[in-house]
């Protein structure tokens, strides 16, 4: 019989550095091009292989249930949470022989099932994304091997690269993860120093991290220019995002703009995110690619 894997998208982080989004709406569900975070990590985990899959929620716990709930997810609400990483995974108490884990504020084009593939003879594989000189990023690789995680080092690394925030565990470390805690640094880390053996996988694919408005309007842009179902839009709209059923009205043009699913936004407009309640500008949006 095939190795059993289950799925989880850790999806109850407070969501401060992107506050003036995350007060009525949690992060995994803010809309990214004409998706969520949180649909684009279950078809991820499903992708790859995943017969089940999970996800808590703690920040606005209840929108999160209610479209988990299309999606044939389960939640598990941290009363009291959120709980951490680790805490989360501990407490949705998944019987499985490997639990492949995604965070819920990540856009990326990342396939599951290479990780999956690697897993045997090691108890976590980890998606990692750059290449950086020794000592750089927050894991460092000798071959596939993963020796360094932040600043504790086990053996001499080759070179250093970021993790992508998708990881694959295996039973053991499933069942060691603590209430509360960080995936790294209270789960990952202790086992490291204790010669658990950890790889690593290099991706190349697109890799957005939502948790900020600026990085949140980038991961938008990056699949610029949409327009969702029912929308009606009368100006030129540039490279913006309009959601479904949006309306766009004004004189003059929209550029560099999210606008939310049934938002209304007056141009002209740039470099903003137009919500059901407001319109937030985001500074520095010059330097997005």
Known sequence: MAPSLAGFVLAAGLGTRIHALSRTTPKPLLPVGLSTPFDR???ALREGGATRVLAN???LAAAIVAHARTRDVAVVVEEGGPYGTAGGLAN???DADAVAIWNGDIVADLPVRPLVAALPGASAVLAVRGREPIGRGNVGLAGDRIVRLRDQRVAEEEH???FAAVQVLDRSLVQAAPARGCLVGDLLIPALLRGVV???VETS?????VGDLRAYLAANLAEAPLVGEGARVEVPIGRSVIGARATVTGSGALDRVVVFPGAHAVAPLSSCIVTLGEVVPVEGVDAVA
């Open 160 to 162: 250093g690269a970021w």
């Open 205 to 209: 694919g697109a890799w957005h991290d």
């Open 57 to 59: 929620a703690s920040h």
């Open 41 to 43: 990590a279950i078809d």
């Open 92 to 94: 949705a108490r998944l």
């Open 198 to 200: 950890l790889r690593a």
